[in-house]
T-cell receptor, first 113, second 115 residues
């Protein structure tokens, strides 16, 4: 069966360090992968998209990698700040027509000052 | 840009009652999605519309759930009759087009509690 796995344990990290989150998937052949941020009581907010033919994508302090052989994406927050504390969700397209995304369960990040 | 607007923000109802959730997508977006989020199952796609037409409702849990999009600026998700297991946060999202790489814009959700 299709599965998207993110580390369900919260990631506690010291301010200024790099947070690295993983997103593993099975039985998918996604054309692209997206990362979202979700704050308590709010809807997810889009951060980055990476396509299957891209190895790496950057946006400010964020970096995403996509390895279709390992079926894994890594999401890095460099020079982390307390304001980065949130839950981060990865999402894959279902490989069918239309923009139907399937989301992982999310990883909560807590950046301590 | 007002973003995706959902109402109500919170809904508490008794089992057996009808519940209607509302969504106004971002103007100009032609695809709309309804998701449900719970601790156990995460974020699940219920149904999506393209140009006001339901394209895929395979995620709708049962016949008690129905969704409509009478025009480009309004959609409803109805649960009749509601059950305690329907308690969740329901999100509406819209996107500019239905192509693969168009990011979703989510509303802030409706937290539904069925007692």
């Amino acid at each position: 069966s299709q599965k998207i796995e993110q580390n369900s344990e919260a990631l506690n990290i010291q301010e200024g360090k790099t947070a690295t989150l993983t997103c593993n998937y099975t039985n998918y052949s996604p054309a692209y992968l997206q990362w979202y941020r979700q704050d308590p009581g709010r809807g997810p907010v889009f951060l980055l998209l990476i396509r299957e033919n891209e190895k790496e994508k950057r946006k400010e302090r964020l970096k995403v990698t996509f390895d279709t052989t390992l079926k894994q994406s890594l999401f890095h927050i460099t020079a982390s700040q307390p304001a980065d504390s949130a839950t981060y969700l990865c999402a894959l397209d279902r490989g069918a027509a239309g923009n139907k995304l399937t989301f992982g369960g999310g990883t909560r990040v807590l950046v301590k000052p | 840009d007002a973003g995706v607007i959902q109402s109500p923000r919170h809904e508490v109802t008794e089992m057996g009652q009808e519940v209607t959730l509302r969504c106004k997508p971002i103007s100009g977006h032609n695809s709309l999605f309804w998701y449900r989020q719970t601790m156990m199952r995460g974020l699940e796609l219920l149904i999506y519309f393209n140009n006001n037409v339901p394209i895929d409702d395979s995620g709708m849990p049962e016949d008690r759930f129905s969704a409509k999009m009478p025009n480009a600026s309004f959609s409803t998700l109805k649960i009749q009759p509601s059950e305690p297991r329907d308690s969740a946060v329901y999100f509406c999202a819209s996107t500019l087009d239905s192509s693969y790489n168009s990011p979703l814009h989510f509303g802030n959700g409706t937290r539904l509690t069925v007692t």
